[in-house]
């Protein structure tokens, strides 16, 4: 249980990092999480840091790229 409090907390820091919440907002929330110590902060870095890999294409190798079946496909539905 201690467990999942830190992880939601760190959820709601990344996003709130993120720009998803006014500035406002963001600052009370972070203010809330901060109160949950090492662990969430923690969380909340790595969170932020995978974040910004994924909308900086670091991942897009790792996706598995269409099969010739499913290009078939999705040129058929274009057609």
Known sequence: MNFLVHALGAWVATEAA???YPR???IGL?????RLGAPTAALTLAGFVLKQ????G???SLRAAPTA???AIRNRRAS
Request: proline share 5%; charged share 30%.
């Open 53 to 56: 890999l994924n909308e900086a």
């Open 18 to 20: 993120s720009g998803r």
């Open 30 to 34: 972070a203010m809330l999480v901060s």
């Open 69 to 71: 079946r499913r290009r």
């Open 24 to 26: 406002p907002v963001a």
């Open 58 to 60: 670091a991942f897009d």
